[in-house]
């Protein structure tokens, strides 16, 4: 709690930046405003001369700053990061089976999810992503690492009717993500969903299954859906449906819902997503590289759907730079359809944080900067020559290369990331770690 004593105001920290972009409505800007953080919580947005009233145990003096809310990374698979650049320029389904399940077979173990998931939140922190929701074997070790980092995550922990190196059959898979989901429940930085892979990875029992469980325990579900249009033509011939149809028949179509990619939908999907309030993750530049179609983020915002912004995994992107994600997503909707006026650079930077707060259900406390959310902020140095000049602060964030320019990043009030220097990661031994892996995973090409 701050404290007021003769009208000083006691807080944690006290950041004073040349601009704050609050989020709340879209392309709004504030100038001469202080944004302060006591207990981990957002206690204070007020204007600047007003600070002299306020003690502060740290000073943030950022003038050449943008404030804005920690960027949201609504999917991923965060491991992947050890496969970055061993297989591009392949198309989506002979990359897995041929390669990256081949590969995953051989490989994964606790040690691997370990490093893999510590170099990929090294590269989300540095670049202003304050929480991400992944996907992948191991998950209790994924939730480990983002505890020891500082770093906000959903696991969606991975169900598959094939068996892993962390699970033999669904049952296990499921048995071994909710007893994980036990262990972390009370873990502030960690939240937990299911993560069946597909309708075709998954057969209609096992979808059945989930959906009861999820229902009893009031939890969401994170899916990848409608990637290709092939997924949606195979589904056709096995059982006469699209795989959306097949989630609304086993009752896993609903507001906590998480369909990621989205890529081929008909007028009739789109009305499904929105009388079932299903969120939408958009990962443009993964759809892009393995040529898997375009997601029509502009029908589905018309039609009030909810969309975030996910990277996908390292593999398939090849980077987990969520500013570049953003320009991808106004720079895909506009070629789309046609029109330079689609997606806006605001509109696209509400995407990241907002709306990927709304996918994750985490809207309440995340997504914005206003007073009692949690304390979850980045700052960019506008600075830069190649930043220059600046007319418009949505404009330099969104098009040009601002991920390399965060400089300090807050998640619940803790300093994680300060003068572009990660504070919770031992970068030598890390680096270290991921040579030996890259020796290793070498002798595969
Ligand atoms: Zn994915």
């Not at 198309?91 to 173990?109: A, D, G, V």
């Not at 036990?182 to 057969?203: A, C, E, Q």
């Not at 009305?271 to 590289?289: D, Y």
Request: net charge negative.
């Amino acid at each position: 709690m701050s404290r007021i004593t003769d009208g000083i105001v006691t807080v944690d920290s006290i950041i004073n930046p040349g601009w704050v972009l609050p989020i709340t409505r879209c392309g709004e800007i504030l100038k001469e405003t202080s944004v302060a953080i006591t207990d981990g919580i957002i206690s204070h947005i007020i204007p600047r001369e007003k600070s002299k009233n306020f003690i502060s145990k740290k000073n943030f003096e950022l003038p050449n700053h943008v404030l804005l809310p920690g960027l949201i990374n609504c999917h991923g698979h965060a491991a992947m990061s050890l496969l970055r650049g061993l297989a591009d320029d392949i198309p989506l389904e002979s990359w897995l089976q041929n390669i990256i399940w081949p590969i995953e077979r051989k490989y994964i173990s606790e040690t691997f999810v370990r490093d893999g998931t510590e170099l990929a939140i090294a590269e989300m922190l540095l670049s202003g992503t304050t929480t991400f929701s992944d996907m992948y074997f191991f998950p209790e070790t994924v939730a480990d690492v983002a505890i020891k980092s500082g770093m906000r995550c959903q696991i969606s922990f991975p169900i598959l009717d094939f068996p892993s190196n962390w699970a033999e059959s669904t049952d296990e898979y499921l048995k071994k993500g909710l007893a994980m989901r036990d262990n972390f429940r009370h873990v502030d930085l960690i939240s937990t969903i299911f993560g069946p892979h597909s309708t075709y990875t998954l057969n209609e029992s096992s979808l059945v299954n989930i959906s009861t469980l999820a229902s009893e325990l009031d939890i969401g579900v994170q899916i990848h859906l409608h990637e290709t249009n092939q997924e949606v033509v195979q589904g056709l011939a096995k059982n006469d449906e699209r795989p959306i149809e097949t989630l609304l028949k086993v009752g896993l179509l609903g507001p906590k819902t998480q369909c990621v990619h989205m890529t081929e939908l008909n007028s009739e999907d789109i009305k499904l997503l929105n009388q079932t309030g299903a969120q939408v993750i958009h990962c443009p530049e993964s759809n892009m590289k393995l040529a898997s179609g375009i997601s029509p983020i502009n029908k589905l915002l018309d039609a009030d759907i909810n969309v975030g912004l996910g990277t996908d995994g390292a593999a398939s992107n090849n980077d987990l730079d969520l500013f570049g994600e953003l320009k991808s997503a106004a720079l895909l909707a506009k070629i789309n359809t046609m029109d330079a006026t689609s997606l806006t650079a605001a509109e696209a930077l509400t995407l990241g944080t907002l709306g990927g707060a709304k996918v994750l259900g985490m809207d309440k406390s995340i997504g914005t900067i206003e007073v009692g959310k949690l304390g979850d902020l980045i700052a960019v140095n506008l600075d830069h020559v190649a930043m220059q000049p600046i007319h418009d602060i949505f404009s330099q964030l969104v098009y040009l290369n601002s991920g390399s320019q965060v400089t300090h990043s807050w998640i619940q009030g803790q300093l994680v990331v300060q003068d572009s220097k990660l504070l919770t990661i031992d970068q030598t031994d890390l680096r270290q770690r991921i040579l030996n892996w890259q020796k290793l995973l070498t002798n595969e090409l």
